[in-house]
């Protein structure tokens, strides 16, 4: 064989793998239909892709890999989504991340989430009610298991019939402030 041949037969070999794994990626890559079932732990990886305007920080997270949380991971992701007027930071509620990163895949967007509002300290979410009629007194953002969220590439009404689909927690949409709430406690959506 001359080195030519052996160069060949290495390229093929590699596209052959390559072309393997990208059809392997392709059928398992999330839909509407899978929705429930990466929530419950079908797939390998999770991954939570944010930005946030207020911080100029971005974060691109696989943060769950076979069935196990990256601890390290999460506290990445916790300290992202602190609030940022006050600096605490609070452990977000896992459900809450899986919810949101099942909604991403499911809209099948390259772009991450603009992160609006996750964890919201006692002070934070006084000071918004004393503004805002909209801010919940018991606000799931005090427990760190909620998240306000926007994509420039998709319509408020989008992301929210993506984390619906999820049926795993509350999704409340603001056409008017252009952004989607979800959380994970009880099921149920609002808003238009």
Same mark, same amino acid.
């Given at each position: ?25 392709? %059928? ?16 390998? *990886? ?12 971005? *974060?691109?997270? *696989? ?10 991971? &999460?506290?990445? &992701?916790? $300290? ?8 605490? &930071? ?6 809450? *991340? ?17 992160l609006l509002s996750g964890y919201r300290s006692p002070k934070t979410n006084a000071m918004l009610r004393s503004r805002s009629s909209g801010v919940a007194k018991n606000s799931l953002h005090l427990k760190g298991q909620a998240a306000d969220l926007r994509l420039s590439s998709r319509s408020v009404s989008q992301i929210g ?8 927690? /509350? ?8 952004? %989607? $709430?979800?959380?994970? /406690?009880?099921?149920?959506?609002? /808003?238009?």
């Open positions: 064989m001359t080195m030519k041949q052996t160069s060949s037969s290495t390229s093929f070999s590699r596209r052959a793998l390559l072309g393997a794994f990208a059809a392997t990626a392709l %059928v398992s890559a999330p839909t509407y239909s899978k929705a429930a079932g990466l929530l419950r732990g079908s797939g390998d *990886i999770r991954r939570i892709k944010m930005y946030s305007a207020r911080t100029g920080e971005k *974060i691109d997270m *696989i943060y769950w890999v076979e069935g196990d949380y990256i601890k390290d991971a &999460v506290q990445e &992701v916790n $300290h992202f989504m602190r609030d940022w007027r006050t600096g605490d &930071v609070k452990n977000m509620d896992l459900r809450t *991340i899986d919810i949101m990163a099942a909604s991403l895949n499911l809209l099948d967007v390259s772009e991450p989430y603009m019939r993506a984390a619906a689909s999820c049926a795993a927690g /509350g999704v409340g949409r603001y056409s008017g402030s252009n952004f %989607v $709430h979800m959380d994970c /406690g009880p099921v149920r959506t609002w /808003g238009g």
